[in-house]
């Protein structure tokens, strides 16, 4: 299993800006391939995609609502994925959650079944960051 740990989550008002970090460790035999990716949960809604990367080629994607203002990158020397937000607004305010799995089918696969799809079925997730804007 893939274990994550999230941090950088706050309190920032409205335009403001927060980098969310999540360290994955692996137990075990370590694959060098993972989909990595964020969902969020705002109280009394459901769950959310929001992003996610493939480790392999750095191939990403968005949901609609997060385009042009997050921006997920990681640094696979330091088992670390990153969201940088920007331009946070009062409804970006939500439980953020961590999620991975590892990938060994390749870009073109995940692509046809869906990065978010393949993260909700496969993905092992961490215990979430609270980012507040106010």
């Known amino acids: 299993h893939v274990q994550l740990v999230e941090s950088g989550g706050g309190l920032v008002q409205a335009g403001g800006s927060l980098r969310l970090s999540c360290v994955r460790s692996v137990s075990g035999y370590s694959y060098g391939e993972y989909c990595m990716g964020w969902f969020r949960q705002a109280p009394g809604q459901e769950r959310e995609a929001v992003t996610s990367i493939y480790t392999r080629d750095a191939s990403t994607d968005y949901a609609d609502s997060v385009k042009g203002r997050f921006t997920i990158f990681h640094d696979n020397d330091e088992n670390v994925v990153y969201l940088q937000m920007n331009d946070l607004k009062p409804e970006d305010t939500a439980m953020y959650y961590c999620?991975?799995?590892?990938?060994?089918?390749?870009?073109?696969?995940?692509?046809?079944?869906?990065?978010?799809?393949?993260?909700?079925?496969?993905?092992?997730w961490g215990q979430g960051t609270q980012v507040t804007v106010s």
């Open positions: 999620v991975a799995t590892v990938w060994l089918g390749g870009p073109e696969s995940l692509r046809s079944a869906g990065p978010f799809v393949v993260l909700q079925r496969f993905g092992d």
